[in-house]
């Protein structure tokens, strides 16, 4: 090992240079403490990249399943939606009601996941670095993360919901 003020590619023929003279059978590599370290973490940060993206497509896959099944259950009681602006419901009081629906779900999702991930820590601990699998703060920024990417998928069949037309529901059946 050689510490340098020069950078490792001036240093390099130099220093092959000087220990071919003393012996020119010693062996000679020349790596940067960075090229070192880099190959040292490139395992763990393999499976960071992998698991932040199947995170990336899991969060994905939950707005737009959480999306559909709302934009679903809205389609499916267009007429109640529908007579109950007849009867003096204002788009607010929808747009509550389905976003409330949607955020219970979401709920109940993210709390049955968090007991999983809970009785799956230990095993997550060997992958993590600086944060314990039981570190509270992670786990509510997580759970306020899902929490809001849920309000935001419940938005949309919130608007539209909204939107209906009491006349033309009541008259579509």
């Known amino acids: 090992m050689v510490r340098g003020e020069r950078p490792a590619a001036e240093l390099a023929p130099l220093l092959r240079t000087a220990l071919q003279q003393l012996d020119p059978d010693l062996p000679f590599e020349a790596v940067s403490m960075d090229e070192r370290l880099s190959a040292s973490v490139a395992g763990p940060r393999h499976w960071t990249v992998l698991l932040d993206g199947f995170g990336l497509a899991a969060v994905i896959l939950a707005a737009v399943g959480i999306f559909g ?3 679903y259950l809205v389609d499916r009681q267009r007429r109640d939606i529908g007579v109950r602006m007849a009867l003096g419901a204002d788009g ?3 747009v509550t009601l389905v976003i409330r629906r949607g955020l219970v779900l979401a709920a109940l999702s993210v709390a049955s996941g968090l007991a999983a991930s809970f009785a799956l820590a230990r095993w997550l601990e060997s992958m993590l670095y600086e944060v314990s699998a039981t570190d509270p703060v992670t786990w509510a920024a997580v759970a306020a993360l ?3 990417v849920a309000f935001v998928a419940c938005w949309l069949p919130a608007r539209r919901a909204a939107g209906i037309a009491p ?7």
């Open 69 to 71: 099944l709302l934009s």
């Open 92 to 94: 607010r009081s929808i």
């Open 146 to 148: 899902l929490l809001a």
């Open 167 to 173: 006349s033309r529901a009541l008259a579509a059946e």
